[in-house]
Nanobody
Framework: QLVESGGGLVQAGGSLRLSCAASGRAFSTSAMGWFQQAPGKEREFVAAISASGGSTYYANSVKGRFTISRDNAKNTVYLQMNSVKPEDTAVYYC?????????????????WGQGTLVTVSS
């Protein structure tokens, strides 16, 4: 089970940190990721991190602004969102997959969270 938190309303240029708490699975051996789904659009990859945390991947649209990290002792993955833009407005979903983060980049997701809404005002 994946439970996201931390979404909300933020002004453009501001920051927000999303959290995803995992249970019921060997968290430390699973890659984790974040996806976004804007109104009327398909769900898109945002960021992924390997099981060890040693490898990370980002969509070009968020590279340099967002940072994915994980705390295996807390079974939690984070998405730090800085310099947010109105186009970042979306529901953000946490995802779990195989141990290699690149698998999540390629859409291999084993389970999804329920999503948390991020709204960026201009």
């Amino acid at each position: 089970q994946l439970v996201e938190s931390g979404g909300g309303l933020v002004q453009a240029g501001g920051s927000l940190r999303l959290s995803c708490a995992a249970s019921g699975r060997a968290f430390s051996t699973s890659a984790m990721g974040w996806f976004q789904q804007a109104p009327g659009k398909e769900r898109e990859f945002v960021a992924a991190i390997s099981a060890s945390g040693g490898s990370t991947y980002y969509a070009n649209s968020v590279k340099g602004r967002f940072t994915i990290s994980r705390d295996n002792a807390k079974n939690t993955v984070y998405l730090q969102m800085n310099s947010v833009k109105p186009e970042d407005t979306a529901v953000y979903y946490c995802a779990v997959g195989p141990s290699a983060a690149v698998a999540i980049v390629r859409g291999r997701v084993d389970a999804w969270g329920q999503g948390t809404l991020v709204t960026v005002s201009s």
